[in-house]
Nanobody, 119 residues
Framework: QLQASGGGLVQAGESLTLSCAAS?????MGWYREFPGKERYLIAASITDGDTRYSADVKGRFTISRDSTKTTTFLQMNNLKSDDTAVYYCAADYGGVGSRWYSHGMRFWGKGTLVTVSS
């Protein structure tokens, strides 16, 4: 249901945009990332009412957006650092902040895409 794309190798300080296309509109779409040996965590979420949420480590550098159909989400990543090297996952769910996904994670997932930032 979710197809992510856009990962790759970039130099530190450069930008990269990830895209994720869904087969149908979801209330919330977001991006998680996973470091080797670590638990996957939410870094950005976009809710259809326009609300966006970011984790502290990406806020100010990453921007999540959605197209007008609400079926595609983008993650614009600026000023990338080597610490941003991870597998990035697109996810989606229903409901706003305070819904199940906020505390338990989103239920619908795309395949991960690797982002490698070289220093």
């Amino acid at each position: 249901q979710l197809q992510a794309s856009g990962g790759g190798l970039v130099q530190a300080g450069e930008s990269l945009t990830l895209s994720c296309a869904a087969s149908a509109p979801f209330t919330v779409m977001g991006w998680y990332r996973e470091f080797p040996g670590k638990e996957r965590y939410l870094i950005a979420a976009s809710i259809t009412d326009g609300d966006t949420r970011y984790s502290a480590d990406v806020k100010g550098r990453f921007t999540i957006s959605r197209d007008s159909t609400k079926t595609t989400t983008f993650l614009q990543m600026n000023n990338l650092k080597s610490d941003d090297t991870a597998v990035y996952y697109c996810a989606a769910d229903y409901g706003g902040v305070g819904s199940r996904w906020y505390s338990h994670g989103m239920r619908f997932w795309g395949k991960g895409t690797l982002v490698t930032v070289s220093s």
